[in-house]
């Protein structure tokens, strides 16, 4: 595609009121700026991201998911502002589309017009009933003229209600003659990207203003902002897999990362949250249960049972109040009360309800390995490392320290007795 991207991420994001950089925060289990680069990433091969507040943590984060991004960093100190944000970056192609990186809900479909549409510039503008903090268009006999900044708005300007949404697609020669020149002659002393509008009329360049839903151009700018998007984003994620045939039960009481996956026929019970890039095929997991970055095939979860990273669940039952960590449990019924972490069960096997797995001594964590048809009491602690071979079973209330060859019963009570009438010695006048 011969497009190149540029994703504007310099600005510091005070209004986030958090030490973590404003692109950084996440909506469903991804970054915002991740959002916007999986975006690019369908548009271009050639994506620059302008950095600048705390780059070095955000280009690190980048590096570690993706390999082709390049990165710009903006001289702030002698040219704040949009427009300096844009001096000095290599681009590829003949055509560059200008995102930002605090618009997570920006989607191909939303830039597709941005994209074609053949102007010099095409610019992205929504009409808002309160447009206070946007640039506003100013257009006259039905073209562009330029872009005010709120701050440098007459009362007259303030009043227009059509503002500029902050994404654009500039032909590159534009950008190469209008970048070097522009000046910080403003209220804010910046280098304003917007200006170049109005340089491009004075020129008689065509500039095409693209409608845009404000819904997918929202800018985010706050911890109110940032909940605001999530939700938009929960409402697309669940519908698209609604759409393609997973069951939801009172969707607007799910969460959903962006990176889960389903397959089959799932339900997904009022209460659950999916996180991580959790992959559920032909399962239903129960109210209020947390699916944590696990695998869940042909199984059944909760109510009320937590799934950690690293888990797979293969034809197997999970009751209520369970959780299970970094497990690999094949044909396995655990109905109530346990807590399996750092185990492998095999088919046919039960865990009663109260099991243990004393997986962790204070220093490192060890493996409990259950064969095939192996019955496990109610209240047994399994004291790893252990390893409980097929045909086995477990009385309730053992503690088990020793490996169970096949066949065999363990127990380990201490042993019951009864004194008899010590109630009534006990509570004399009774
Ligand atoms: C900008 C537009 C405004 C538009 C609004 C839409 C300008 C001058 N104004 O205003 O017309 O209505 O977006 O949301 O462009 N950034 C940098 N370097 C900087 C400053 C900002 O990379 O020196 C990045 C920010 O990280 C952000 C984006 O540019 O991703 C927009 O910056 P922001 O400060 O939010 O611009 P606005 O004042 O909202
Ligand atoms: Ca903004």
Redesign the pocket.
Known sequence: MSISVVI????QGTRMKSSKPKVLHEISGKSMLFHAIDVAEQISDDITV?L?HQAKRIQEEIEASYTDILFHE?D?AQF???G??MKGIKIKHTKTLIL???MPLITLPALEALIQEDADINMSVITLDNPS???RVVILDSKVRS?V?EKDCNSMQKSIQT????VYCIKQELLEKYIPVLDNNNAQK?Y???DIIKMAVDEGKSIHPIMVKEEDFK?V?SKLDLAHAEEIMQKRIKTQWMNAGVSMRLPDTIYIDASAKFEGECMLENGTSIQGSSHIIDSHIKAHSVIENAYIQNSDVGPMSRIRPDTKLIDTHIGNFVEVKKSLLTGVKAGHLSYIGDAVIDEGSNIGAGVITCNYDGKKKYKTVIGKNVFVGSDTQLVAPINIADDVMIAAGSTITKDVEQGALALSRTAQKSIKNFFYKFFENK
């Open positions: 504007l991420a310099a600005g302008v600048h903006q702030v704040p502002g949009t300096g944000a930002n990186g605090d903090g946007y640039g872009i900044e503002v500029n949404a902050g910046e304003y990207l917007t800018g700018n």
